[in-house]
């Protein structure tokens, strides 16, 4: 059973509480977030949204949001949102074809189509960071 961790307002996700609750995963999520930040030149904003009653991170390049993070027992999950028209440039893309599968087979909320990882170790931010070049390159 997944579990969403983060729950409480109160308690704002420093990376103290971050170590804390992520344990094994913390620092698969501290060198995704310094990748992120340093290579990519994006800028996370955690804030409490009270519809989700969560802290989630929206991570943005200028104003444009790339990926949204949530935290959870044991991973952190990104969610990126492509329009129709960029589903054909996910595809072709240098990735796991698990990955793409599941993306192609996703259901759009609205107009949006979700790609949504669950990252738990190194190895799987490869993939990820491709998909953020490839969101961040789009107009």
């Not at 971050?18 to 800028?43: D, H, I, K, R, W």
């Not at 804030?47 to 009653?53: F, I, P, V």
């Amino acid at each position: 059973m997944e579990t969403m961790l983060l729950r409480d307002e109160q308690i704002v996700p420093t990376p103290e509480v971050l170590e804390q609750v992520l344990g094994e995963c913390y620092p698969t999520f501290a060198e995704l977030m310094s990748t992120a930040t340093n290579t990519y030149l994006l800028t996370p904003e955690w804030n409490y949204y009270k519809d989700g009653k969560a802290w989630l991170c929206k991570v943005i390049f200028k104003k444009k949001t790339v990926f949204w993070l949530s935290v959870w027992e044991g991973f952190v999950k990104t969610s990126f949102y492509f329009t129709e028209r960029n589903m054909e440039g996910v595809a072709l893309l240098d990735i796991e074809e698990s990955i793409k599968d599941t993306f192609a087979a996703s259901k759009p909320i609205g107009k949006l189509i979700p790609l949504i990882l669950s990252i738990d170790c190194p190895a799987q931010l490869a993939d990820f960071f491709k998909i953020v070049e490839y969101k961040k390159g789009l107009k």
